[in-house]
């Protein structure tokens, strides 16, 4: 029986979309048994409210709430018994095989560095995220966990996401690819220079990549900084809504009756629906001691019982195990 715990007052939608994410995935799974963290009345009321009776849920009692904006370094001190800190301690003490929150990203990965701690030999835990191509889905790190990087962890980051990519995405012989401002080496930053010169003589490296060659799928992981990695991310997360806009300001767009745009938007949504956070869910922190999982803020139901699927998937194929053994 495969147990994950889940942060039923994270996200902005709780403990509503929790609730309903827990309860939509062990509908699904047989073995999979699903732990709600939270003020125990609040959670057991809305899932009463939600209708269910089953023996595939529980809650633990998780009295304090660590909120969207809070600073991670104050609630990790002094919020002890939030869901995050009582969550990753049950995982730390195995009476858990994962833990997943749409909660605090900071306090989360703040919260899992010192609870859980690090494989050996990861100099800095990182946070990815699927990005979509014309070549397929490919991952980018770091999006927003580290904003200065060393070279070393350019590089580690790299390798930790090829093992998530072969797992995660079947892609058997992933290529690597540096962010840059430039193809050729010499250019960037100091640290993404030194990173290219540790990478270059790998044969998985394709070498920089440019913002234009992300859609085109020229790597399969995408290495940078969590600052660079976060604007392309909310980049891409805005695509498809502002694409319709572009459209329906235009010339063309004012020109299309109700019933031809509304076509037309079905059609756009359905080719973009890769940029669908809601059907990836979260997304691991890689290189911590165990297996956390972050959501977006805003995750729907939908999101939250596909980062349930994703922790499950990970805990299957042991990438946890296949990290250490890359790494050292």
């Known amino acids: 029986m495969i147990k994950i715990a889940v942060d039923a007052v994270g996200g902005d939608h709780y403990p509503q979309n929790p609730v309903a994410g827990a309860i939509n995935a062990v509908s699904e799974r047989d073995s999979m048994h699903i732990i709600l963290l939270g003020p125990e009345k609040l959670i057991s009321e809305e899932i009463e409210k939600q209708g269910y009776s089953g023996n595939k849920i529980s809650v633990v009692n998780a009295p304090d709430i660590i909120g969207m904006h809070e600073s991670p370094a104050t609630a990790i001190k002094t919020k ?5 800190a009582v969550g990753l301690t049950m995982h730390a003490k195995q009476m858990c095989d994962a833990f997943f929150s749409a909660g605090n990203t900071g306090a989360l990965l703040g919260a899992s560095m010192f609870i859980l701690g690090k ?12 990005y979509p191509s014309i070549d397929g889905n490919k991952f980018m790190l770091d999006v927003g966990a580290n904003i200065d990087v060393k070279p070393e962890a350019l590089v580690q980051f790299g390798l930790m996401g090829k093992i998530f990519v072969q ?3 079947s892609i058997k012989e992933p290529r690597l690819g540096l962010m840059n401002v430039g193809e050729e080496e010499e250019k960037g930053r100091e ?10 003589n790998r044969t998985d490296f394709v070498g920089n990549i440019e913002g234009r060659d992300i859609l085109q799928g020229k790597a399969d992981v995408y ?11 909310k980049l891409g ?8 806009r572009i459209l ?3 010339e063309i767009g004012q020109s299309l009756s109700d019933e031809e745009f509304g076509f037309i938007k079905t059609t756009l949504l359905t080719a973009l629906s890769a940029f669908d956070y809601q059907l990836i869910g979260g997304v691991p922190f890689l290189g911590v001691n165990g297996i956390s999982l972050v959501g977006h803020g805003g995750s729907s139901e939908l999101a939250i019982k596909n980062s349930i699927f994703t922790a499950e998937k990970m805990i299957q194929l042991k990438v946890n195990h296949q990290l250490r053994e890359a790494l050292n």
């Open 167 to 169: 797992n995660l995405l």
């Open 191 to 200: 640290a993404v220079r030194q990173a290219y010169q540790l990478l270059k």
């Open 237 to 244: 997360e805005s695509i498809p809504e502002n694409v319709l």
């Open 80 to 84: 002890q018994n939030s869901s995050i």
């Open 119 to 130: 494989i050996e030999g990861v100099h800095r835990p990182t946070i990815g995220s699927i």
């Open 223 to 233: 290495i940078c900084d969590g600052f660079v990695g976060n604007m392309l991310l």
């Open 248 to 250: 329906k300001v235009s």
